[in-house]
């Protein structure tokens, strides 16, 4: 199995202290200025890194004016990652691939997109689960928006063999298929037919994030080898974890996903690459737990 070979990042060309943002609307709920003001912090960097509330008829101006307003660059959020990708003047093949842009940066005077969903996804299931690159041959995914993309476009260029694609709704699960003809879509009752024969189960929805019993499929007839994914990280153990620990499955929880995507754009934007500690982990759980009560 192959790793996606990633767009290299150039560095800041500024001299100034960085400065790059989250846009989103809303936007108050990222978590990104957590991560990013931790690793400013932490390397001793005089950088800083803001939220803006983009709406979304503003959004292409914005993009367009990230450097008159002193950004190097900026994450993107619910809404905007797929319109973003059109507001780009160059795009990498990775958020070709996924059609939405989490991550921009300004280089030479052009604003470039990238997706480092892919790259966190890939990166954290590296991390929590190295076996899954020599084992993965089926895969099954639930959910077909902008993280289930991001998810097929990083098990696709590690080459897995199936992937499975099952949605509430069909409709968007086939536009995935016009995409990347290669993946199955799956119903309700083909869904339970795959999962004997998954060897990778990753839930690319929301479903989860309502209750102790907000649960996407029952996994009974999983593998014992099977690996399971969230990518929903509030909260962080899931039902659909929690029944995975109690059948004695591998777990891949969503806040590692949250913690690698933000590496790239940190690099690019500060010139440093960051490293994804046990600290920051405790740092983002300690900031969801408070907005929680
Ligand atoms: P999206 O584009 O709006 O897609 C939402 C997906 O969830 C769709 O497949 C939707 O199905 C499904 N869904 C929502 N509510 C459902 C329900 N009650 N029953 C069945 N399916 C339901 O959103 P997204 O960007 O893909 O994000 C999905 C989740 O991933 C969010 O919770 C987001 O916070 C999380 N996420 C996490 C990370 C990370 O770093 N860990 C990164 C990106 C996203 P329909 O098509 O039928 O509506």
Redesign the pocket.
């Known amino acids: 199995m192959t790793s996606p070979s990633f767009h290299q990042p150039r560095g800041p060309q500024q001299q100034s202290p960085g400065k790059a943002c989250v846009i989103g609307h809303p936007v108050d709920h990222a978590r990104s200025p957590i991560i990013h003001g931790f690793w400013l912090e932490q390397l001793g960097l005089a950088g800083s890194y803001h939220r803006e509330d983009v709406a979304p008829h503003e959004l292409a101006h914005f993009i367009r004016t990230l450097a008159q307003r002193g950004y190097r660059g900026c994450n993107v959020t619910?809404p905007h990652?797929e319109a973003a990708a059109a507001c780009v003047d160059h795009i990498t093949p990775l958020a070709e691939s996924a059609g939405a842009v989490n991550t921009i940066w300004v280089e030479d005077g052009e604003t470039w997109g990238d997706n480092t969903?892919v790259a966190?996804f890939l990166a954290h299931l590296d991390a929590s689960a190295p076996q899954w690159r020599d084992g993965c041959r089926n895969a099954v995914i639930v959910?077909?928006?902008?993280?289930?993309r991001a998810v097929i476009a990083g098990l696709m260029a590690c080459q897995v063999e199936t992937i499975g694609v099952f949605?509430?709704?069909p409709e968007?699960a086939h536009a995935l298929q016009q995409r990347w003809p290669s993946i199955t879509v799956l119903d309700a009752s083909t869904v339970m037919d795959a999962l004997p024969h998954a060897d990778l189960l990753i839930n690319?929805?929301?479903?989860g994030?309502n209750g102790p019993n907000d649960r996407p499929l029952d996994i009974l007839t999983l593998k014992r080898s099977a690996i399971v994914c969230d990518?929903?990280?509030v909260p962080l153990e899931t039902a659909l974890l929690r029944d995975a620990a109690g059948l004695g499955l591998v777990c891949v929880d969503?806040l590692g996903?949250?913690l690698h995507?933000a590496v790239p754009g940190f690099e690019r934007w500060f010139g440093r690459k960051p490293v994804v500690s046990e600290e920051l982990r405790q740092r983002v759980i300690s900031d969801l737990n408070l907005a929680r009560r």
């Open positions: 619910i990652k969903d966190g959910g077909a928006g902008g993280a289930a949605n509430r709704t968007r690319a929805t929301s479903i994030m990518i929903v990280y969503g996903m949250l995507q």
